[in-house]
C-alpha cells in the first residue's frame, strides 16, 4: 500500500508504540538488575566487623566512622551525580559506578589501618552514589506519572533484594566457603559487572535517538505537562531547591534512612557476634539475620503500590502508616531472644516497615519536580537522607561501645521512625 494512505500510517503507528512499550520495559528490567548488585558493593560491611576488629583492634566507634565516610561520600556524590544523570545520561553513569565501585572494594579489601579503611570505602561511597539518582532518571525518560508507583516499587524493592544478596553472598563466602573477611570485598562485588553487562546491551538512554519520541508522548498523555526544552544544571539546582517540599521530604527520609542503615550495617554485629559459627542455638543466627533485607525488599515493593491504588497517590499516608509500624515492631525487638522464630518473624515486619516507604519518598521526585529533574531533585534528597544515615553510624557504634548491648539499636531505631513519621505528615503530595 503506499506509504501516505491511512492504513499505513495507522500501522506505522502500531509497531511504533510497540517497540515504545518493548524498550520502556527493557529499561526497567536493565535498570533493575543493573541495581539489583550495587549493594554488593556497599552494603557487606557488618560482616567483616568481627573480622577486622580481631585482626587490627579496632573499635566499634572507629567502625562506625568508617560506615559514616561512605554514607557522607555517598552523601555528596548524590548532590553531584543527581545532576549528572540529568547531563549525561544515566546509563553512562551506573556503568561507570559499578566498575569505579568494584574496585574501591578491592581496594579496600588490602586494609590495615584505620585511615586507610576510611578513606578507600569513602571512595567507594561516592563511586557507589553513581547508581540510584542516574538510574532513576533513565526510567523517568521512559515511564510517566500514570505508572509511577509500580515503575519505583519495583525498582526500590529489587535495591530490597540486592540487601539480601548483600547479606547471602558474605555468608557464603565466611561460613560454606570458609574463606576469611577480605574475600567479601573481593568476591561479592564481582556480581555488579553482571548487572552493568545487561545495562549495555539491553537498555537505551530516552525515546528521542529511536524515533519514539513522538509515541513517547501520546502514552504518556496523562502526565503532567511539562516544556520541551532540556534544563541547563543551575536551572535544574534552583528548580529543586527552591521548592520548600524538598526540605521537609528531606528531613523524613533522613530520619528513615538513619533507621535503616542502623539496622543493616548493626543487625549482623547484633546476631552474630565474634563467635557465631560455633554457636549452639536451635536456628542458626546467620539465616536469623537474612530475614532483615528480604523483609526490606517486600517493603519497599508493596508501598509506592499501596499509596497508588489505595490512598490514590497521596504517598505521604502509606510512608506515614509504615513508619508508625516500623517503630512498634522496633520497640517489641529488643526485648526478642536472638535465636528464635519470633526473632525471625519481627526482624522480617521490622525490616518491611522501617524500608518499604523509600519507594514512595523517591516516586515523590519526578512527581514534584518533573522529570526534567528527576535525576537532580533524587540526587540532592539522597544527599540530605545520607548525611542523616551517616551521622547515625558512629553514635550508634559508641553508644554500644559504652553500654555492652547491641539491642540498643532497635530503641533508637523506633525513635528514628516515629521522627520520620511525623516529618512525612507534612508532605501531602
Known amino acids: 500500500m503506499p506509504p501516505d494512505t491511512p492504513e499505513a500510517l495507522q500501522y506505522a503507528s502500531f509497531n511504533a508504540a510497540a517497540d515504545f512499550a518493548q524498550y520502556k520495559w527493557r529499561a526497567l528490567i536493565g535498570v533493575t538488575l543493573c541495581y539489583l548488585f550495587y549493594y554488593t558493593g556497599r552494603q557487606t560491611l557488618g560482616f567483616a566487623v568481627a573480622g577486622i576488629q580481631h585482626d587490627y583492634g579496632l573499635s566499634k566507634y572507629e567502625i562506625g566512622w568508617i560506615s559514616a565516610t561512605m554514607l557522607w561520600c555517598y552523601a555528596g556524590g548524590q548532590f553531584i551525580n543527581g545532576n549528572l544523570g540529568d547531563k549525561l545520561g544515566g546509563k553512562t553513569m551506573m556503568l561507570a559506578g559499578a566498575v569505579l565501585s568494584l574496585a574501591a572494594n578491592w581496594l579496600f579489601s588490602f586494609g590495615h589501618t584505620f585511615v586507610f579503611f576510611l578513606l578507600a570505602w569513602g571512595l567507594n561511597g561516592y563511586f557507589q552514589s553513581m547508581g540510584f539518582a542516574p538510574g532513576s532518571r533513565l526510567l523517568s525518560n521512559w515511564w510517566g506519572h500514570e505508572h509511577r508507583g509500580f515503575v519505583y516499587g519495583v525498582y526500590v524493592g529489587f535495591s530490597g533484594f540486592s540487601s539480601v544478596l548483600a547479606y547471602i553472598f558474605p555468608v557464603v563466602i565466611l561460613g560454606a566457603m570458609q ?42 498523555a496523562t502526565s503532567p505537562a511539562e516544556p520541551d526544552e532540556e534544563l541547563t544544571s543551575a536551572q535544574r539546582y534552583g528548580l529543586v531547591m527552591r521548592n520548600w517540599r524538598l526540605y521537609v521530604t528531606g528531613l523524613a527520609i533522613g530520619f528513615q534512612n538513619a533507621a535503616r542503615y542502623a539496622l543493616v550495617v548493626w543487625v549482623p554485629v547484633h546476631f552474630l557476634g565474634v563467635h557465631w559459627q560455633t554457636s549452639s542455638t536451635l536456628i542458626d543466627p546467620k539465616w536469623v539475620t537474612v530475614a532483615l533485607p528480604v523483609g526490606m525488599a517486600l517493603g519497599s515493593l508493596s508501598n509506592s503500590w499501596i499509596s497508588d491504588t489505595l490512598f490514590q497517590g497521596r504517598r505521604y499516608i502509606a510512608i506515614v502508616w509504615y513508619m508508625v509500624l516500623a517503630c512498634t515492631t522496633a520497640v517489641f525487638m529488643t526485648f526478642v531472644p536472638h535465636a528464635s522464630m ?7 515486619l521490622c525490616g518491611f516497615f522501617v524500608f518499604g516507604p523509600a519507594s514512595s519518598f523517591w516516586a515523590l521526585c519526578p512527581d514534584i519536580f518533573g522529570r526534567r529533574a528527576a535525576g537532580t531533585a533524587t540526587g540532592v534528597l539522597n544527599t540530605m537522607s545520607y548525611m542523616f544515615a551517616g551521622i547515625g553510624e558512629p553514635l550508634v557504634g559508641h553508644i554500644i561501645d559504652k553500654t555492652g548491648h547491641t539491642s540498643v539499636i532497635f530503641p533508637i531505631v523506633a525513635t528514628l521512625c516515629a521522627a520520620s513519621a511525623a516529618l512525612s505528615i507534612l508532605i501531602k503530595r
Not at 183 to 192: D, K, Q, T
Open 342 to 348: 519470633l526473632a525471625i518473624s519481627l526482624l522480617f
Open 179 to 220: 574463606l576469611g573477611w577480605v574475600w567479601i570485598f573481593r568476591l561479592a562485588p564481582l556480581s555488579m559487572l553482571l548487572g552493568a553487562l545487561v545495562l549495555l546491551l539491553f537498555v537505551a538512554e530516552r525515546p528521542e535517538p529511536r524515533d519514539l519520541g513522538a509515541v513517547d508522548q501520546a502514552c504518556e
